[in-house]
């Protein structure tokens, strides 16, 4: 509803309105009602499409993208070699005095 207000010319207009003492609480209703199904479709598409593989891909977050059907398997194996590589590190500290 705040970017509605900071986008839509009329808003700002009611607004104004509204802020010299004018009623238009109505009429500000009656315009967010309107625009809000438009600001809904526009932020689903838009929260759709930040969390796509493409996307991520693009921009440095993952390597390569995961399919459905190898994703457990896959995590099984990525967690079970972190957990051994992180076991590694806890037994090099522990053996090496002066490391922290």
Not at 84 to 90: I, K, L, W
Request: hydrophobic fraction near 35%.
């Amino acid at each position: 509803v705040e970017m509605m207000h900071r986008c839509d010319e009329q808003l700002r207009d009611l607004n104004a309105k509204k802020t010299s003492g004018q009623d238009v609480a109505a009429a500000i209703q009656q315009r967010e009602k309107l625009l809000l199904p438009l600001y809904q479709q526009v932020a689903h598409e838009y929260c759709d499409l930040h969390d796509r593989c493409p996307r991520m891909k693009s921009l440095g977050a993952i390597r390569e993208g995961l399919h459905w059907a190898d994703s457990r398997s896959y995590l099984h194996w990525r967690i079970r070699r972190r957990v051994q590589e992180n076991s590694v590190a806890r037994r090099l500290m522990r053996s090496v005095t002066g490391i922290s």
